[in-house]
């Protein structure tokens, strides 16, 4: 089965274009790494919450949107030595996250079911 990485972070409405132009970049990057696939998504129908939302979880600000993305690897052990390489790449150095980088919530999962 195959492993994937979560991401969901809040992004202010003005950085969502610099914000998909990075996006395009570092998927680019983690398919040349061995990713199957990168999806990203701009919450459109995203209900707020009381107790648990994704709005609470990013603490999204009136001015932002919210994405939610994730990558497919083969495996745990592919998806490991990408993001070393990835790390370590000198296209990535010096990039600005056009979002809050402290509110990123994400994981990795292995795959339970595909249907």
Same mark, same amino acid.
């Given at each position: 089965? +195959?492993?994937?990485?979560?991401?969901?972070?809040?992004?202010?409405e003005?950085?969502? /274009? /610099?914000?998909?132009?990075?996006?395009?970049?570092?998927?680019?990057?983690?398919?040349?790494? #061995? !990713?199957?696939s990168?999806?990203?998504?701009?919450?459109?129908d995203?209900?707020?919450?009381?107790? +648990?939302?994704?709005?609470?979880?990013?603490?999204?600000?009136?001015?932002?949107g919210?994405?939610f993305?994730w990558? +497919?690897?083969?495996?745990?052990?592919?998806?490991? !030595?990408?993001?070393?390489?990835?790390?370590?790449?000198?296209?990535?150095?010096?990039?600005?996250?056009? &979002?809050? #980088?402290?509110?990123?919530?994400? #994981?990795? &999962?292995e795959?339970?079911l595909?249907?």
């Open positions: 089965m +195959t492993y994937v990485d979560c991401f969901m972070a809040a992004v202010p003005a950085n969502k /274009a /610099a914000y998909l132009a990075q996006a395009k970049m570092m998927s680019g990057l983690m398919k040349e790494y #061995g !990713a199957l990168v999806t990203e998504c701009w919450g459109v995203v209900p707020e919450g009381k107790k +648990t939302s994704m709005h609470l979880a990013v603490m999204r600000e009136a001015d932002e919210i994405v993305s990558v +497919t690897w083969p495996s745990k052990t592919v998806r490991d !030595a990408a993001w070393a390489k990835l790390e370590s790449d000198e296209r990535m150095q010096g990039m600005e996250m056009p &979002f809050d #980088g402290a509110r990123l919530i994400f #994981g990795g &999962f795959t339970m595909e249907a």
